[in-house]
């Protein structure tokens, strides 16, 4: 069924569009009261101007409850997708002639806590943020994988994570490398071997490997191990060995401190000699080249 609009949006208010969406998104008119700080007759009359500016009725409220209709559903999404791309022009504008406003996005792989780059980046966020008072800042935290595509399409300024291969687009900055180990749980087999291994040793068992990591060591011995297992994170590479199924290469002080990692064992492997790059990257040709500048003048000063 098409739900056209019987009017032209032509004098459509933005803020209009963003009282609605929370009001969806709050399953109804009063408990948007809290979110929006606003009285629920005064969010009534703003849904129904809206419904008047686009001559269609939006949703059902009364005594029977909030029903969003079909034209409703329809004006969210778009409403959605347009607060979304928005924002993306307010970032792009608030680039333009260093004039530093607006938001600024870090995405950083889970885990992040227990290196020294959460260190850096803490007192790095500090630094920006006396230094630029009117951008915002947002961190989030992700896979390697989304972190990079994310990066790619600017829907991050920075990213910070375990890079499988540089891109040309990017620049980078090495922040640490962590040592790896390899690890089983208690009550494996290889567990109660009281012996050295080698990395040949162990090709044959059943490895989860962190994605990132396996697609940079194929020039090393790791490429010839019975990797049945990829993962993107440092929990999910705790979750597959915890299973009992896997051996899995880990970063040492992560596991120290992680609480669902107290019953894995370190495995002696006398040639692994390995570690996990933690690398800052974002890209040259950013609309966000002021503040990406800023940011990473900051991480030097503090990590000098």
Request: aromatic letters at 10%; a negative charge; charged letters at 25%.
């Amino acid at each position: 069924m098409n739900y056209a609009l019987q009017k032209l949006p032509d004098d459509i208010d933005i803020r209009l569009l963003r009282i609605y969406v929370v009001i969806v998104e709050s399953e109804g008119i009063a408990a948007a009261e809290s979110r929006l700080n606003l009285a629920r007759s005064t969010i009534s009359g703003h849904l129904s101007e809206l419904e008047n500016r686009l001559g269609v009725q939006l949703c059902r409220r009364g005594r029977s409850g909030f029903k969003l209709l079909p034209a409703g559903e329809v004006v969210y999404k778009s409403a959605k997708d347009l607060l979304y791309h928005l924002e993306i022009f307010k970032r792009d504008i608030s680039g333009l002639n260093d004039n530093l406003a607006g938001y600024f996005r870090i995405a950083v792989i889970e885990g992040l806590g227990f290196c020294k780059s959460h260190s850096l980046l803490t007192h790095c966020l500090e630094k920006l943020s006396k230094q630029a008072p009117k951008v915002i800042q947002e961190v989030y935290t992700a896979g390697s994988v989304d972190i990079i595509e994310g990066v790619r399409k600017e829907d991050f300024d920075i990213g910070i994570g375990v890079i499988s291969e540089r891109q040309v687009e990017f620049s980078y900055q090495l922040l640490e490398e962590e040592p790896l180990e390899v690890y089983c749980i208690k009550g494996h087999p290889l567990a109660d071997q009281s012996r050295q291994f080698t990395l040949k040793d162990l090709t044959k068992e059943s490895w989860a490997v962190w994605n990132s990591l396996y697609v940079r060591n194929v020039e090393s011995e790791l490429i010839n191990i019975n990797a049945r297992a990829l993962f993107d994170s440092f929990e999910q590479g705790v979750m597959f060995a915890n299973t009992g199924e896997y051996i899995v290469l880990l970063p040492r002080r992560w596991v120290d401190q992680y609480p669902l990692a107290k019953d894995l064992v370190a495995l002696p492997v006398e040639d692994l000699y390995r570690t996990m790059p933690i690398e800052m990257f974002y890209r040259e040709n950013s609309s966000r080249r002021a503040i990406n500048k800023m940011f990473t003048q900051a991480l030097s000063s503090v990590s000098s």
